[in-house]
T-cell receptor, first 116, second 108 residues
Framework: GAGVSQSPRYKVAKRGQDVALRCDPI?????LFWYQQALGQGPEFLTY????????KSGLPSDRFFAERPEGSVSTLKIQRTQQEDSAVYLC??????????????FGPGTRLTVL | AQRVTQPEKLLSVFKGAPVELKCNYS??????LFWYVQYSRQRLQLLLR??SRESIKGFTADLNKGETSFHLKKPFAQEEDSAMYYC??????????FGTGTSLTVIP
């Protein structure tokens, strides 16, 4: 079966533009995570969904970041009024039902966002 | 505060030599610890997790609660082990913390 997919793979935005990043998790996976990975760093947790419920958004760096998963499947991470410091790879991961902290997460290829 | 520390950004070993990638964590509860690996041009994937207590591709990792460490070891490194390795900590609930990663190069 298909793994986690993300689109677009690359996005260049001018400072101040809004962007939307899409994640298609593995079918049937209840849990969905978003991470931000800056150059030379490890992935940093942004937010977590269980089905359509956003149970944890403590990692979102500002109120310009917004994530949704309205039908419990596809998720979108939106960044409003992008800033240069938002430039990073945005990773999505999904995992099957279970305790999120102990389940294997399956990662997508990431979206590389560059803000000029 | 950094939850997961990987002190070595770069590590080079010769083929056939033992390798150890260090990971220390900061958490007072019962941790769930993982090693993820990213090979060149591939996505991040799970290598092993401590609750499974298994060996994957010859790698093992033992959780040492006294030293709060979860070092990754392999007795004989292979060229195909060259990759980026991330230690990760899963907390009760949903949060997941990754270290900054160690780039392993196995020299032929």
């Amino acid at each position: 079966g298909a793994g986690v997919s993300q689109s677009p793979r690359y996005k260049v935005a001018k400072r101040g533009q809004d962007v939307a990043l899409r994640c298609d998790p593995i079918s049937g996976h209840v849990s969905l995570f978003w991470y931000q990975q800056a150059l030379g760093q490890g992935p940093e947790f942004l937010t977590y969904f269980q089905n359509e419920a956003q149970l944890d958004k403590s990692g979102l760096p500002s109120d310009r970041f917004f994530a949704e998963r309205p039908e419990g499947s596809v998720s979108t991470l939106k960044i409003q009024r992008t800033q240069q410091e938002d430039s990073a790879v945005y990773l999505c991961a999904s995992s099957s039902p279970g305790v999120p902290a102990t389940d294997t997460q399956y990662f997508g290829p990431g979206t590389r966002l560059t803000v000029l | 505060a950094q939850r997961v520390t990987q002190p070595e950004k770069l590590l080079s070993v010769f083929k056939g030599a033992p390798v150890e990638l260090k990971c220390n964590y900061s958490y007072s509860g019962s941790p769930e610890l993982f090693w993820y690996v990213q090979y060149s041009r591939q996505r991040l994937q799970l290598l092993l997790r401590h609750i499974s207590r298994e060996s994957i591709k010859g790698f093992t990792a033992d959780l040492n609660k006294g030293e709060t460490s979860f070092h990754l070891k392999k007795p004989f490194a292979q060229e195909e082990d060259s990759a980026m390795y991330y230690c990760a900590l899963g907390l009760t609930g949903n949060q997941f913390y990754f270290g900054t990663g160690t780039s392993l190069t196995v020299i032929p």
